[in-house]
């Protein structure tokens, strides 16, 4: 079946620490996206990616990075300059053109502090 | 400013009844989507429905309608004959396809807590 592979499903940091997040797909979509949600909230955007070796900032960039060296491959790092990372993170890619094509997304990483 | 705005943090219907979950968007786009995802307490996005700025008709999928009144600029989703399984949280999100530029990104509203009664 073709879909989303978020892993881990939960992920503990400890102060300081650099993690990463993993995101596969094999929907053969072109566009890849990340997500972060806050308890109660809705989804901000943090990085995306239409092609291969370039990726753009969302709105919540700051203190994430991402790699997009395969089309199927976002893995998504929260560096120790997040200083709020506990949330739970999204993972989706879309086919392009978009047209009526929604977003399919992965069943997220949840991520606390230590 | 917010583009998307629901304004229902939570409500509450009975089984078998419809009930409507309302979203209104702001944008400039001429060229824009509507999406509606459901998202149950095990967090997975469902995607439930699609509506464009240029269908003329109302999007409908089985129980699922979108009140399109692109004048208002809103995008209501209504249920029809209620499930206990419908109790989730509902998004309403858009993509303003601005040629492209966007990568198709979405912006989400808060979400409406929907709970199903027997």
């Known amino acids: 079946d073709g879909g989303i592979t978020q892993s881990p499903k939960y992920l503990f940091r400890k102060e300081g620490q650099n993690v990463t997040l993993s995101c596969e797909q094999n929907?053969?979509?072109?566009?890849m996206y990340w997500y972060r949600q806050d308890p109660g909230q809705g989804l901000r955007l943090i990085y995306y990616?239409?092609?291969?070796?370039?990726?753009q900032k969302g709105d919540i960039a700051e203190g994430y990075s991402v790699s997009r060296e395969k089309k199927e491959s976002f893995p998504l790092t929260v560096t120790s300059a997040q200083k709020n990372p506990t949330a739970f993170y999204l993972c989706?890619?879309?086919?392009?053109?978009?047209?009526?094509?929604?977003?399919?997304f992965g069943d997220g990483t949840r991520l606390s502090i230590l | 400013a917010q583009k998307i705005t629901q304004t229902q943090p939570g409500m509450f219907v009975q089984e078998k009844e419809a009930v409507t979950l309302d979203c209104t968007y702001d944008?400039?786009?001429?060229?824009?989507?509507l999406f509606w995802y459901k998202q149950p307490s095990s967090g997975e996005m469902i995607f439930l429905i699609y509506?464009?700025?240029?269908?003329?008709q109302n999007a409908t999928e089985g129980r699922y309608s979108l009140n399109f009144q692109k004048a208002r600029k809103s995008a209501n989703l209504v249920i029809s004959a209620s499930q206990l399984g419908d109790s989730a949280m509902y998004f309403c999100a858009m993509r303003e396809d601005d040629g492209g530029t966007s990568y198709g990104k979405l912006t989400f509203g808060q979400g409406t807590i929907l709970t199903v009664h027997p």
């Open positions: 929907l053969n979509h072109d566009a």
């Open positions: 990616s239409q092609i291969v070796n370039d990726f």
């Open positions: 989706a890619s879309s086919i392009w053109p978009f047209g009526g094509q929604p977003q399919h």
């Open positions: 509506q464009g700025s240029y269908d003329e």
């Open positions: 944008t400039s786009d001429q060229s824009y989507g």
